[in-house]
């Protein structure tokens, strides 16, 4: 009987344990030589790129096609929830990039993330 109850109760914190999700982190360099950083929960996203002048114009090229409303260095949804700030320190450029779900819907959150990742792909591949 105590095996039993063992096993009932093994099971249980088990699937306590692996139902819940767990945060994503991921830090590199690409190829082309740009650093990044890459984190993720189950509402928010936060992204880091850190390149040379050589990959400047292809990655601001792409941020731009995925957020086409970039106005100088910074782009903010209308509810503050996605943002990013470009940083242009000699010949280097850094990319922060952050999602925060608050009080928009999650159909929006992961219409919005599915962009984020479509990006940061782009950037990675």
């Not at 699937?15 to 650093?35: E, H, R, W, Y």
């Amino acid at each position: 009987m105590k095996k039993i109850l063992l096993i009932i109760i093994f099971y249980s914190m088990s699937t306590n344990i692996f139902s819940q999700s767990l945060p994503i982190a991921v830090a590199n360099v690409t190829k082309t030589g740009i650093t990044y950083s890459y984190s993720e929960t189950s509402d928010a996203i936060a992204i880091s790129l850190a390149y040379g002048e050589s990959s400047k114009i292809d990655v601001i090229k792409k941020l731009k096609n995925t957020f086409p409303k970039i106005e100088d260095n910074t782009y903010t949804l209308d509810n503050q929830n996605l943002y990013f700030i470009i940083n242009e320190i000699n010949n280097s450029t850094k990319i922060d990039l952050k999602l925060k779900q608050t009080h928009n819907s999650k159909e929006e959150f992961n219409e919005i993330q599915t962009k984020i990742k479509h990006f940061f792909k782009s950037i990675i591949e």
